[in-house]
């Protein structure tokens, strides 16, 4: 039987949209939890695609063909959780609020739209409250406390994090050391071979030239290469990872105490996610974890055998009915949703 025929068109169906930089998001499962539907596509952030319609096209997309797969349409989704990022605002959510109803007219009524950085709490914790850290192109730290109140960083951080956080860091270093007013690096010699420049200056030049400069993912790209000479003991790459991690867990400190988590008598669930701390052997998740005892007291750090999408659908889940704060109920939904959910490429970026 496909996943389309277990569905069925009348079934009562819940839908998780995880919209980032890199990837849009969309799972579709029945109220036991089981996984129906996927979809994926490009850019849903409204700051970072070229129009913010654009970025409404794409999650819209994603959601279609994971409604597609599932033999279903929008009337048969019951409950709706959008995980998006760029709303950092209240007009970024009001700006999605009208998009999807005059894209879905009597649709997804029942629907929540929370920053991109509230998807991977429930990974952690079905019942969810806790704090959620994603490093992926950027960054995202999200926390819900105990008594329901939410805190997001969205442009509070003062400190690109990421991969494109890693990359800055590491254009900066391989520009000062050029200047010789920084020490030498491999990461010169490292990122002219990743990029195929000659010399630091052409480098420098097809990053900030007018016309044909480097892309966003193209200056990205070189995340993967900064922790790289950092596993091999450059001293200036491990001080650049070893600030990133610093400032992941500084940063979901400031979620914790903003919420609760601080004064809560219980272990904080602290759920890292993202390219950049999911990565094995990361560097960065290894500071980060260094670090995060210091800033928020109880952290029981996981790092997520569910990806981000799953927590939106979890988050809908809840949202819609399903008593995910029943540990009974959290664990056997959780079992299932981690069981059929779509196959590891599927997310990959």
């Known amino acids: 039987m496909t996943r389309a025929q277990s569905a069925g068109p009348a079934s009562t169906l819940f839908l998780g949209v995880d919209a980032g930089n890199s990837k849009t998001a969309a799972l579709v499962s029945t109220a036991a939890g089981q996984v129906v539907g996927a979809g994926r596509s490009a850019c ?26 599932a033999g279903a349409d929008l009337p048969a989704v019951k409950a709706a959780a959008f995980r998006l990022a760029g709303i950092d605002w209240p007009e970024d959510r009001t700006y999605w609020d009208q998009a999807l109803t005059r894209h879905c007219p009597g649709a997804l009524t ?58 800055n860091e590491a254009f900066r270093a391989v520009f000062l050391a050029e200047l ?27 990053l900030t030239r007018r016309e044909g400069r480097a892309t966003g993912r193209e200056r990205n790209s070189c995340a993967r290469v900064v922790t790289a000479v950092a596993a091999v003991g450059d001293p200036v790459a491990v ?63 996981l790092r997520g055998s569910l990806p981000p999408v799953a927590g939106a659908l979890l988050d809908a889940l809840a949202e819609g009915g399903v008593p995910l704060h029943e540990r009974e109920v959290a664990d056997t939904v959780s079992a299932r949703v981690t069981a059929t959910m779509p196959p590891r490429e599927f997310l990959a970026t």
């Open 44 to 69: 849903g952030d409204i700051y970072g695609a070229p129009t913010p319609e654009a970025a409404v096209a794409e999650v819209l997309a994603a959601v279609r063909e994971a409604l597609a797969q």
């Open 239 to 301: 001080e650049i990872v070893r600030a990133q991690g610093a400032r992941f867990a500084q940063y979901a400190g400031v979620a914790a105490r903003r919420t609760g988590l601080t004064r809560a008598d219980r272990p904080v669930s602290v759920v890292l996610a993202g390219s950049v701390l999911m990565a094995e052997d990361s560097p960065v998740a290894e500071a980060l974890l260094a670090e995060l005892p210091a800033h928020v007291p109880g952290a029981v750090p």
């Open 180 to 206: 010789e007013l920084g020490p030498r690096t491999a990461l010169t010699e490292a990122l002219l071979t990743h990029y195929g420049k000659p010399t630091v200056a052409a480098l420098n030049h097809w």
């Open 110 to 167: 029942r629907r929540t739209i929370l920053n991109d950085g509230y998807a991977a709490i429930r990974c952690g914790d079905p019942g969810g409250v806790g704090i959620s850290v994603t490093g992926g192109t950027a960054a995202a730290i999200a926390a819900r406390g105990p008594d329901g109140k939410l805190w997001d960083m969205g442009w509070w951080s003062q400190h690109a994090m990421g991969a494109m956080g890693l990359a």
